[in-house]
């Protein structure tokens, strides 16, 4: 009895320790769940503004990848679950297992004692067993032992009793786990059923695409020439601030220290300068999503997003430039110490120049083009050097 007693123990800390195991790793699955939901839902308003327009776009197909890369995600995160799911109803069955193989030696255990006490009685009464002792000191040692004895077996029944309720309980355990587990299959099902669908769309806005090949390789070709005279206007700033830099007093130089320290600190936890969207087109050198053999160079990220974005400054800082350009229409320029970021492809700006502005100013809104694609142009520099927007922005 005392050896179940510690089993039970056992098997309660080893519960407890698996269930408390379990839950932090199903509280982070459902966390990446909950934002690839929000993302799947992100992506999927921005692809309905931009089908409005009822003609194929990048823009289209971008949203519909981004669907498709959160929606592989997600199913990845309910596979994580079901297969948590199958550990811990394999662990619950083994407890089963056990408290069944206790229940059992509990129940032949009481059955010998009942036994053992009809056989040892023979029938007698307790108290003639008391009384037929020979002397005063028998009778003492033999009504400790009817004690011990009624004791043992009613400590038998309280384990049986125990180990009862703790084999319902573990069962019933079991029973909510499968439950779960088939709801998770089902929605695996579910969401596996859309990503074909989306896949299926996707190949079609492709096929769709390569027939605009001519119109495609002259935006290509505009948006080059665009990045051009931006590049042009944004090393001039830089040039401008160099200057400025090196006729500047011992303070404001010891300020501009400071920025770019305190901007330094912020690397992958930057603000992102709209409050909703994706990355839909990376930096440095990326193949071209339809065309084949054709490479482009982003010198910053493409974030599209939902039409009248408001855009906001990712740090503190000051404006140094804004202008218009064609193709990037309205741009910002704000210093950060040593180093720059820039907002292009703006409907409209609410700053001018010299501008002292404070992360989260508003600093405009993104332009929606005639595809109904609204999409923010965001770069970082430090000094002359062009840096990747992913690696100070916030993960999303």
């Known amino acids: 009895m005392k050896g179940i ?4 123990f056992i098997i309660s800390f080893l519960l407890l320790a698996l269930s408390t195991s379990a839950q932090k790793t199903k509280t982070q699955l459902e966390s990446e769940k909950r934002e690839n939901l929000k993302k799947i839902a992100e992506a999927e308003r921005i692809l ?14 971008r949203a519909l990848n981004q669907q498709i890369n959160a929606r592989e995600l997600l199913i990845r995160s309910i596979g994580s679950e079901i297969s948590l799911l199958d550990g811990e109803i394999s662990d619950l069955s083994a407890v089963v297992n056990a408290l069944q193989n206790d229940l059992r030696q509990l129940k032949e255990e009481y059955a010998d004692q009942i036994y053992a006490t009809y056989k040892s009685s023979r029938g007698n009464s307790r108290l ?3 009384f037929s002792a020979k002397d005063f000191n028998q009778l003492l040692q033999r009504l400790k032992y009817l004690e011990q004895y009624a004791d043992a077996r009613r400590l038998q029944a309280e384990q049986i009793e ?4 703790e084999l319902n309980e573990q069962r019933s355990r ?17 969401e596996s059923r859309k990503l074909a669908n989306s896949k299926k769309k996707q190949s079609q806005l492709v096929a769709q695409l390569s027939k605009k090949e001519r119109e495609l ?3 290509l070709e505009y948006r080059k020439a665009a990045n051009k005279r931006l590049n042009a206007l944004i090393a001039n700033t830089i040039e401008a601030e160099e200057v400025k830099d090196a006729n ?5 130089i010891a300020s501009t220290a400071e920025l770019t320290r305190l ?3 912020k690397k992958n936890t930057l603000t992102w300068p709209v409050s909703s969207g994706f990355i839909a087109s990376k930096f440095g050198t990326q193949k071209h999503p339809v065309l084949k053999r054709i490479k482009i160079v982003n010198d910053g990220v493409g974030i599209q997003t939902e039409r009248d974005s408001k855009v906001r400054a990712v740090f503190d800082g000051e404006v140094t430039m804004t202008g218009v350009i064609p193709g990037k229409n309205n741009f910002v320029l704000i210093r950060h110490g040593s180093y720059l970021t820039v907002y292009a492809r703006l409907k409209s700006i609410n700053v001018k120049k010299g501008r002292k502005v404070k992360v989260g100013d508003i600093i405009g809104e993104v332009y929606t083009d005639q595809d109904g694609v609204t999409e923010l142009e965001f770069q970082v520099y430090k000094g002359t050097t062009k840096l990747n927007p992913e690696h100070w922005l916030a993960m999303k």
């Open 5 to 8: 007693s510690i089993h039970i």
């Open 48 to 61: 309905s503004e931009t089908s409005d327009q009822k003609q194929v776009t990048l823009g289209q197909l």
């Open 248 to 252: 500047a007093s011992t303070a404001e």
């Open 162 to 165: 125990v180990v009862t309720k």
């Open 174 to 190: 079991v029973e909510t786990k499968r439950a779960e587990q088939q709801k998770l299959l089902s929605q695996q099902v579910r």
């Open 263 to 265: 901007f330094e600190s």
């Open 128 to 130: 003639m067993f008391l």
């Open 217 to 219: 390789r002259r935006d």
